[in-house]
Nanobody, 116 residues
Framework: VQLVESGGGLVQAGGSLALSCVASGIVRNIDDMGWFRQAPGKQRELVAT???????TYADSVKGRFTISRDNTQNMMNLQMNSLKSEDTAVYYC???????????WGQGTQVTVSS
């Protein structure tokens, strides 16, 4: 499985960005997917996850501002980010998990920078 993120960039505080992650390869084994982020000098942290049956969970820091979605027919996952804050600045990574393969797959990451 290969994951490719897109949609990062520079935005002012209060603005919005939308990230996308497209999966290719043997995608039928993908179960949960999610977005993680890593800011400079910090550990990678969970942002949001979504199951194969579209159940979503969010980190407290992004609840009410970010929305995760998924289209299994297009092998795509999105993250709509609104009301962005400077503390949202990070590299955002797409992750896919396969229970059958007991494997996590990661994308290469996309930079999101929020200027205050």
């Amino acid at each position: 499985v290969q994951l490719v993120e897109s949609g990062g960039g520079l935005v002012q505080a209060g603005g919005s960005l939308a990230l996308s992650c497209v999966a290719s390869g043997i995608v039928r084994n993908i179960d949960d997917m999610g977005w993680f982020r890593q800011a400079p000098g910090k550990q990678r942290e969970l942002v949001a996850t979504i199951t194969k049956h579209y159940k979503a969970t969010y980190a407290d820091s992004v609840k009410g501002r970010f929305t995760i979605s998924r289209d299994n027919t297009q092998n795509m996952m999105n993250l709509q980010m609104n009301s962005l804050k400077s503390e949202d600045t990070a590299v955002y990574y797409c992750k896919a998990h396969s229970y059958w393969e007991e494997t996590d797959y990661w994308g290469q990451g996309t930079q999101v920078t929020v200027s205050s």
